[in-house]
């Protein structure tokens, strides 16, 4: 498939801009229609929203607040009321807007929105049209029919804020407000794009081998968020997965093609002809980047596990986003390499490889001689790290799931304001206040309910509202804000003592009990959810590397970055460390749904690295059957482009937090430390310490389960050699010994065809392989001692060497000439 996409390039090209435009043009017309369902039906939360629609099936649009303060006196003061009515009746005259119900009236209902002391005031305001989120607030959209709802927001902000004067502070909250509020789309996404480019440049030195990736990546991307986009109005896909199918999408979009280039840039510095080594690399990292975006597809697709409805959307979109980043990567990506050629390596490599010719060099530098460092201190090192990462993963501990709020956008926002000053005029509880809803309740329970619950500490007030359609509804304010323990346990407190103490039959919704009901749902499917997605990793990997403990040793290292990640995420939003430093705005609990999507994400990540890193050092093994050479060469060849492209995933995810989106910069912050941890201290550090530290037994696999399980290549094919070197591997597990090399040239060029055999002193042949295009081989010896080594090729003669073989694995290079054979 590599070689025809290179062959065809041209017709692969426009196959992918036709079908990106395609998208473009059909995504355009149709719009969006994103809804964010956080129902869990037969929850608490659940049968009370479904009783309100009952009772309130005609209510109106969303809402949202204006919220006045004054400094000295009061909001009823002509000074005040002659400025605020004339701007509340400007904006119940804007279209879009249903109805503003303001303070200065003859109402009871009027009265209570003046707090108690009367320096604060509020109007409700009511859009016309239905939000598909809850709590019900007009969400700005981006698609037409949305457009003058948006528009009127905006009227809104401007017209209240305009109206404010010397000791008068104007503000407006609401989910439509907020929207408007946020950083212009794609903001993040393009400073993302930007950092990687830079990050790839100083890793490439070539214009041209930096571009790949973010062409390569713009293209799954935007195929996937163009797909997103129809598919939305097909099945229900909340606003927030487009952003979280972005976040991911860019980070493997990059990194796969990132891995393909290098190997590529490798076989031309080798002397490959730039169409071999086009196919070579896709034929190696291509298999492995497939194989890799297949396990972040199973980490995702574990989510619908949990049976929670909100994430089905968000498996959809970033599961489509990582499936069209991998179909790039290994099918537009030989294409650009078709039409780029030898320029993806920079001029001053371009210069060397035609004077100094191929290089054949051993990987050295800063990598390899961390490589042989991890081989000589193991246990060291190993233990330097497992303390590094449980210091990261202690603040996990006292981890709280709730929801987040207005109360956690950034100071200088109006919403943020809004928020502030109604809790300090009308209690912290008034921001989010609860419903108890239930159907033919007698009058004298619900007053005994009503008067239960007034007596409660940890409510402010309490107000029975008049039945409709044979519901009773009663709405309460806590004294404590949405986000409080203490909330939690008043609902707690309601559902299990007020309602059956007063003989109501009732349930207790709002949008804290939601998320509390979400929270609690969460945590009860997490484990399954956990052991889901380790489960399926484990089995792939099992196959892939033909190992239990390779497998077992990610499925812990996975476990152990996560812990790690939600440690940082705890420190910071959770604990304040920071929050505001970064603009993110204030601390809270972490919401509900995160850590399943988070896990998701971060098992599909780390089992990305971990297969990159593996695979070369399985593709050693398999060669030499020498474990310490195995993981020595595998780090030495992979950490540095795995910490480079942990770098790139870093920028893209840390760019989210310019997304305006409290959830969304919790994702980027999350995923950015745990790629970091990840690739700098778990696979460059603590995963080869314990594979050295195992030795062997990382690649020991039950003879019964070899037989049964079927093969998965993640490596290039190389029968002749793959086969030999699953004999000597046999070889050495009986106690016998193995012998493996290259066959060169007097030129240093590698002998394929060569035939090598090796046979005892007597004469004996005890192992015979023929070497493929890089020249190896490997054999295995019944046990140490001398043996003699045959080699011959066609045109090169054949000769005889005597050799003494250890116990060990023995590396033997042979130069083969027309004269001779000299080792």
Not at 63 to 82: C, E, K, L, P
């Amino acid at each position: 498939m590599a070689r025809w996409c290179y062959r065809h390039r041209l017709v692969v090209l426009v196959l992918w801009v036709g079908v990106l435009f395609g998208l473009g043009t059909a995504g355009s017309s149709a719009g969006t229609d994103y809804s964010n369902d956080f129902s869990l039906p037969g929850t608490d939360s659940a049968q009370a929203y479904d009783l309100l629609e009952k009772a309130f099936p005609d209510s109106a649009g969303d809402a949202g607040t204006v919220v006045w303060r004054v400094d000295d006196g009061s909001v009823r003061d002509a000074s005040v009321r002659s400025r605020i009515e004339p701007a509340l009746r400007e904006i119940a005259a804007m279209k879009g807007i249903g109805a503003v119900a303001g303070p200065y009236g003859d109402d009871p209902a009027a009265a209570a929105r003046i707090s108690e002391d009367g320096r604060t005031a509020f109007a409700e305001v009511s859009f016309t049209e239905q939000a598909n989120s809850v709590p019900t607030e007009l969400a700005q959209d981006v698609v037409d029919t949305a457009q003058d709802v948006v528009d009127t927001a905006q009227n809104v902000v401007d017209t209240a804020r305009g109206a404010g004067v010397d000791g008068l502070e104007v503000e407006v909250g609401g989910q439509a407000i907020a929207r408007i509020q946020q950083p212009h789309a794609g903001t993040s996404e393009l400073v993302g794009i930007v950092a990687a480019a830079v990050v790839l440049f100083l890793a490439f030195g070539s214009l041209f081998a930096m571009l790949l990736p973010i062409v390569v990546a713009v293209f799954g991307v935007g195929t996937g968020m163009l797909g997103t986009m129809l598919l939305s109005h097909g099945t229900p896909i909340p606003d927030l997965a487009p952003l979280l199918g972005s976040l991911i999408g860019l980070g493997v979009g990059i990194d796969y093609a990132l891995f393909i280039v290098t190997r590529h840039r490798r076989g031309l510095l080798r002397g490959d002809a730039t169409e071999e080594s086009a196919v070579a690399a896709l034929n190696t990292s291509g298999r492995a980047v497939v194989f890799a975006g297949a396990t972040v597809c199973i980490a995702l697709a574990g989510m619908l596990v949990t049976n929670l409805r909100f994430l089905d959307g968000v498996v959809i979109a970033a599961s489509l986003t990582v499936v069209l980043s991998v179909l790039a990567a290994v099918t537009l990506l030989p294409a650009l390499l078709g039409f780029i050629g030898t320029r993806v390596l920079s001029r001053r490599q371009r210069r060397a490889l035609a004077v100094d010719g191929p290089d054949r060099s051993e990987p050295s530098g800063l990598a390899a001689r961390w490589s042989v460092r991890v081989e000589r201190r193991p246990k060291a090192i190993a233990a330097i790290a497992v303390v590094v990462m449980a210091a990261l993963a202690v603040p996990v501990l006292s981890m709280r799931l709730g929801a987040t709020d207005q109360g956690n956008h950034q100071e200088d926002l109006t919403t943020r304001q809004a928020y502030d000053i109604l809790a300090d005029g009308f209690g912290p509880g008034f921001n989010g206040p609860l419903v108890v809803v239930a159907q033919g309740a007698e009058p004298a329970a619900l007053e005994r309910l009503v008067s239960g619950v007034q007596a409660d500490e940890g409510v402010a007030r309490a107000a029975l509202a008049p039945p409709a359609n044979g519901v009773s509804v009663v709405r309460i304010v806590p004294t404590t804000s949405p986000q409080s323990v203490e909330t939690n346990r008043l609902i707690d407190r309601l559902r299990g003592d007020l309602l059956p103490d007063a003989g109501v039959e009732g349930h207790v919704g709002g949008v804290t009990a939601v998320f509390k009901d979400f929270a609690a749902q969460t945590a009860d499917r997490l484990p399954y959810f956990v052991g889901t997605i380790i489960g399926l990793g484990f089995v792939l990997l099992m196959i892939a590397f033909r190992s239990l403990v390779v497998p077992l040793t990610a499925a812990l290292m996975n476990l152990v970055a996560a812990a790690a990640s939600f440690g940082v995420l705890v420190a910071i939003f959770q604990w304040g460390w920071g929050t505001e430093l970064i603009g993110v705005g204030k601390e809270g609990p972490i919401s509900a749904f995160l850590p399943v999507i988070m896990l998701s994400l971060l098992f599909g990540l780390s089992m990305d690295y971990q297969v990159f890193l593996v695979s070369r050092m399985h593709e050693e093994w398999v060669h030499t059957g020498d474990n310490a050479r195995a993981v020595r060469v595998g780090l030495a060849e992979t950490s540095r482009v795995i910490n480079c492209a942990a770098l790139i995933m870093i920028c893209v995810f840390s760019a989210f937090v310019l997304s305006g989106d409290m959830e969304g910069a919790v994702a980027g912050v999350g995923l950015a430390v745990a790629v970091a941890v990840d690739a700098f201290v778990l696979r460059t550090a603590l995963v080869p310490a314990v594979m050295h530290l195992l030795g062997r037994a990382n690649w020991w696999l039950p003879g019964w389960l070899e037989r049964r399980l079927p093969h998965l290549a993640v490596e290039a094919p190389e029968a002749p050699v793959r086969e030999a070197g699953r004999e000597a591997a046999g070889a050495l597990a009986k106690g016998g010994a193995v012998l493996h090399g290259f066959i060169r040239t007097t030129e240093g060029g590698p002998v394929a065809g060569a035939t090598v055999t090796l046979r005892s002193v007597e004469g004996d042949r005890l192992d015979r392989v023929t070497s493929p295009a890089d020249g190896s081989y490997i054999l295995a010896a019944p046990a140490p001692g001398p043996y003699l080594l045959v080699t011959g090729a066609e045109g090169l003669g054949e000769r005889t060497l005597r050799v003494m073989v250890p116990a060990a694995p023995m590396v033997h290079d042979v130069e083969l000439a027309g004269e001779g054979v000299r080792g």
